[in-house]
């Protein structure tokens, strides 16, 4: 299972996209935290077995990566 959301950073304002992988380890949840990729501030946590991605989203007229 994995969960899918775009978040707004609650410092420098741009989205990025944060995934939750399932890393296959059962049990063993642990809090994880939700930096942003664009200035590594952090974004809340999540309890989670699995693995925590954050990706930058380019929305707008921006620049596409
Ligand atoms: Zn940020």
Excluded: H, L
């Excluded at 399932?22 to 693995?51: D, F, H, L, M, Q």
């Amino acid at each position: 299972m994995f969960n899918d959301g775009i978040y707004k950073c609650i410092a420098c304002g741009k989205c990025f996209s944060v995934t939750i992988s399932n890393a296959g380890y059962p049990g063993g949840k642990e809090r994880e935290s939700i930096n942003c990729p664009w200035c590594g501030a952090e974004n809340g946590s999540e309890v989670t077995s699995g693995i925590i991605t954050t990706r930058k989203v380019i929305t707008g007229n921006g620049d596409n990566q």
